[in-house]
């Protein structure tokens, strides 16, 4: 059985799997606690436009997403700021923008429909050697991010307006973890596809917040079940033929039920 | 007397509605002053202004003498605000890790934690009675307990002006008086300048020795002996309510 292991297309789909999970579970934590959940599910729209907009002008399609849903990102943080619209219904409209931009395009081009629905539900078996890299690469920068702005990040987490009397920069901090979960977001594109991108950013946080007393422990814990779930829904998959994404995200889901039981709260 | 905090005809609008109007007023080292009004008369909007949370209208404010937006030594003013409902009961910060965020302010980027922050945590976590609560989690505290938390995370920067919004309101007749208690000696032992909004207009003259009270413009500003004593405040006031404000204080 552990010869499946041997395959390069299972050992890519774990390196780039554990990468990419520990930095949608770390993430996934500030995003859940800032009841910010579904900003992951509005950048993954975000993401369906800008591949519909490489794909047609030939660009290569996840490196046309990552500065098209950082735009995104930003767009709905300063929407919500500036006008009179809830961070929710910024995240609607710009969601919005970027289906309406992908059907439109794909309706356009008769070529890339097949291309396009298959970011829809991706598949973490077929990533190139140069995605490995990039989603380790961009993990490694996700992950660094935290670690220096730690301390900031969590401060605004947990009391905005407090955090800025201690001269800490809250709008900057925004715009940061905005940023940061539209990289995660392109990177993870790949691995579950568009429509879970957002249950990979908040399955494994919630599930540890059900587990643990203490953020860094919870961050920690978030890693862990993150991790499982990739490794065994990846295996899964592999040997019952299933659609890895939604494999990974079922294991997930099963985790946060287990989680319920031995919750400590 | 050192100049702490200094307003300059400052006015702030929550749209076209004016919350504060051409407010002045100097608060001077070693001031323990009350500030009180009725309800929306502006007074925690001030602070706000005052701590740079909010957008001023007009005027210019000072701290330490330096103008507020080049000001950056914000270890310096310690503030504990209204509302602890705002703590979010999903949140998994234990005690020492919410109060930890009150030394940010002295910390450079890449921010990181010593050993004698530790220390200091557990100084302020002891003085204040709470050290055992340490490793819980401040969701799981009663409210009185998570006041005493919210207030050890603002005096662990030893800073020089403490302000606070209403802070009694969360907490039991014999837990208040202990906080007063606690506030007067930081005042009269340590010279900490203090600043408390309260409703609280009977027994502030206890404790304070100025009392700014505002209704969106200032109404009196001074010594509370003075205002004892002020005609124009028995105007204002009535007999009765100035004798209420007054009656507590020696």
Known sequence: ???????????????????????????????????????????????????AIGLFFGIYPLIAAIPLVMLGSIVILKISEKAKVYGDAAIGIISAVGISTGVILSSLSSGFNVDLFSYLFGNILSISSTEVILSILLSIIVLLMIYFFYWDLFSATFDEEYA????????????LLTLLTALTVVLTVK??????????????AVTALQLTNGFKKAMFIGGVVSLISVV??????????????????????MLFMLSLINSKR | MTTMIETKDI?????HS??????????????????AGPNGAGKTTLIKAVLNLLPLSTGEIKLFGIQQKKFDDWGK???LPQKISTINPLFPATVDEVVMLGLLSQKKWPKRTIKQDQTVINEVLDQLGIIDLKKRMLSELSGGQQQKVLLARTLVSNPSILIFDEPSTA?????????????????????ITIILITHDTASIGSYANKLLYIDKSIIYFGMFSDFCKSEDMNTYFGKFVQHLICHQHS
């Open chain 1, 191 to 204: 691995m579950a596809g568009i429509m879970l991108v957002s249950a990979l950013l908040i399955l494994p």
């Open chain 1, 164 to 175: 800025k009397t201690t001269g800490i920069k809250t709008n900057s901090i925004n715009i």
């Open chain 2, 171 to 191: 907490l039991d007749p014999e837990s208040r008086e202990t906080f007063y208690a606690l506030m007067q000696r930081l005042n009269k032992k340590d010279g």
């Open chain 2, 77 to 79: 003013i310690g503030y």
């Open chain 2, 18 to 35: 004016q919350a504060l109007k051409e407010i002045s007023f100097i608060i001077e080292s070693g001031d323990f002053v009350g500030l």
């Open chain 1, 232 to 253: 065994t829904g990846i295996t899964i998959s592999f040997f019952i033929n299933l659609p890895t994404g939604a494999t990974i995200v079922l294991v997930n889901v």
């Open chain 1, 1 to 51: 059985m552990i010869e499946f292991l041997q395959y390069s297309f299972i050992q890519k789909a774990f390196i780039a799997g554990a990468f990419i999970s520990i930095a949608c579970s770390t993430l996934g934590i500030f995003l859940v606690l800032r009841k910010m959940s579904l900003i992951g599910d509005g950048l993954s729209h975000v993401g369906f436009g800008a591949i």
């Open chain 2, 11 to 15: 006015s702030v609008f929550y749209g």
